[in-house]
Structures are given as C-alpha cells and as structure tokens.
Antibody, heavy 121, light 110 residues
Framework: EVQLVESGGGVVQPGGSLRLSCAASGFTFDDYAMHWVRQAPGKGLEWVSLISGDGGSTYYADSVKGRFTISRDNSKNSLYLQMNSLRTEDTALYYC??????????????WGQGTTVTVSS | QSALTQPASVSGSPGQSITISCTGTSSDVGGYNYVSWYQQHPGKAPKLMIYEVSNRPSGVPDRFSGSKSGNTASLTISGLQAEDEADYYCSSYTSSSTVVFGGGTKLTVL
C-alpha cells in the first residue's frame, strides 16, 4: 500500500524551530519529487516546497524562502522540512505529498494525514 | 506567486452538471499543461481528481473531467451526486518551477 506518514508537529513559540518528517512506503521513493503543502485553520491549501527525486533541486514559496529547508534521505524513504524563525502565520496542518510525475512536476497523487504546527506565545 | 482565481462557491442539484473555473496567467495555467484538481472533504486530506489538465487517476469516476483554454482551466462534474459535495482546489506548475494553488471552491449539492 502506498502511504505517507507525517510526524514532528507541535506547539512552538514565535522565532522557534521545528523539524517535520514524512515516512514513505509502497513506492520507489527516489523516482518521484515530493512536496510539502500546508493548510491554515479554515483556509485553503498553500504549496510550501518541493524537492526533486534525487534531492538535487529544491524550490520554495516566497512566504517561507530563507526560513524553511526541504530535504530527503532516499536511503530511509524519508522527507523532511526544517522550519526556522517560525511566525504565527505558519500555524497550519502540514501535509507531505508525492508527485505523480516521475520526471516533471505534475499533480500530487498521494497525501499523508498531516501534522499540526502551532506557533504561539 | 499569486493564487489562482476560483469562484468561492458553486452549487447544483443531483444529476446536474457544474463547472469550476481556475484562472491564472501565462506564467502558470496558460504556459504549462500541468494543471491539477483536488477534492477535499471536511477533516480529510486532499484527493487528486485530475492531473495534467485532463487526466483522471485510476478510481476517479469519469463524471469528473478537466480542460483548459488560454489562462483558464476548468473542472466539470456531470451527474452530480451527494458525495461530490466538498471543497475543490486547482493547482498549476509555474515558470518559477514552483506550484500555486487556487483559493478553493465550495461545491454544494442542493
């Protein structure tokens, strides 16, 4: 079964840091780009970041550029999001998602259940 | 990275057809055939319904179809069913090698 399981969310003060993880199973992990997408309470989806299958290319939304770092360990079938200098507006449910396209950026065909990040003093 | 523009809400009766639009620019929707549509029920993770403008993943009913003209993509749901009531989001690859979502559309089945 193809599955993504996020972990690492929690409550953190503004200016703090958090590292999210996403464990993948059921597919050849390094064949696909991976994304982080977030959803603030009661709001829509916001794309956060993506990383290519080999980890050599990374891209970020302007709202997190310079503060968040996406990475992956293909030997562990794992995706990560290091979040620094957190702001209250980063409060959201964070999803990891698999891209359906092997050598392009298409749609996200597999999603985890999400992990909640709350930034509050 | 401005969000794609979707109507906030649409509605239809069971059996009817509805269309949700998604308007971007030549730097995203109009420039690439990498438009996707997602369905999200309350408290659930999004589900891919359409990818690469008009392709349906395995298991998605053929009542769901996608198209694109210029800078606007569209999702059409025919033969509306009660279980189609959900939020729908479009997304597109962009010229900056990023992804942008639409603001979302709430579909109500009357």
């Amino acid at each position: 079964e193809v599955q993504l399981v996020e972990s690492g969310g929690g409550v953190v003060q503004p200016g703090g840091s958090l590292r999210l993880s996403c464990a993948a199973s059921g597919f050849t992990f390094d064949d696909y780009a991976m994304h982080w997408v977030r959803q603030a309470p009661g709001k829509g989806l916001e794309w956060v970041s993506l990383i290519s299958g080999d980890g050599g290319s990374t891209y970020y939304a302007d709202s997190v550029k310079g503060r968040f770092t996406i990475s992956r360990d293909n030997s562990k079938n794992s995706l990560y999001l290091q979040m620094n200098s957190l702001r209250t507006e980063d409060t959201a449910l964070y999803y990891c998602a698999k891209d359906e396209c092997g050598d392009c950026i298409g749609g996200m065909d597999v999603w985890g259940q999400g992990t909640t990040v709350t930034v509050s003093s | 990275q401005s969000a794609l523009t979707q109507p906030a809400s649409v509605s239809g009766s069971p059996g009817q057809s509805i269309t949700i639009s998604c308007t971007g620019t030549s730097s995203d929707v109009g420039g690439y055939n990498y438009v996707s549509w997602y369905q999200q029920h309350p408290g659930k993770a999004p589900k891919l319904m359409i990818y690469e403008v008009s392709n349906r993943p395995s298991g998605v009913p053929d009542r769901f179809s996608g198209s694109k003209s210029g800078n606007t993509a569209s999702l059409t749901i025919s033969g509306l069913q009660a279980e189609d009531e959900a939020d729908y989001y479009c997304s597109s690859y962009t010229s900056s090698s990023t992804v942008v979502f639409g603001g979302g559309t709430k579909l109500t089945v009357l």
